[in-house]
Nanobody, 126 residues
Framework: VQLQACGGGLVQPGGSLSISCAAS????????LGWFRQAPGKEREFVAA????????NYQNSVKGRFTIARLNAINTVYLQMNSLKPEDTAVYYC????????????????????WGQGTLVTVSS
């Protein structure tokens, strides 16, 4: 599975940005998906995850109510809509995928994922 993230950029505090990740090499509907981020000097951390079916999702507490993960299996793409962005959201954002036998399960740790994209930089600054 190859994952290609895109859509990062510079945004002002309080602004919005949507990033996406296109998958190839495997049907997306067989994969649970997640977004992680890594700020300079920090470890990679969980942001959001979504089940194979899209019916279940989970978020890091600091982004709940601001970020939304969504997937369109028909076009093999997962999205992360980010609203009310804060400077502390600045990081390289990575999409990740995991072969999932069950349709309603999501995964929230880096070690659970099998495939990773190359990352896209999101900078929140005035």
């Amino acid at each position: 599975v190859q994952l290609q993230a895109c859509g990062g950029g510079l945004v002002q505090p309080g602004g919005s940005l949507s990033i996406s990740c296109a998958a190839s090499g495997r049907t997306l509907s067989t994969l649970a998906l997640g977004w992680f981020r890594q700020a300079p000097g920090k470890e990679r951390e969980f942001v959001a995850a979504i089940s194979r079916s899209g019916g279940a999702a989970n978020y890091q507490n600091s982004v709940k109510g601001r970020f939304t993960i969504a997937r369109l299996n028909a076009i093999n793409t997962v999205y992360l809509q980010m609203n009310s962005l804060k400077p502390e959201d600045t990081a390289v954002y990575y999409c990740a995928a995991k072969s999932a036998p069950l349709t309603g399960v999501y995964y929230a740790t880096t070690s659970q994922y099998d495939y990773w994209g190359q990352g896209t930089l999101v900078t929140v600054s005035s």
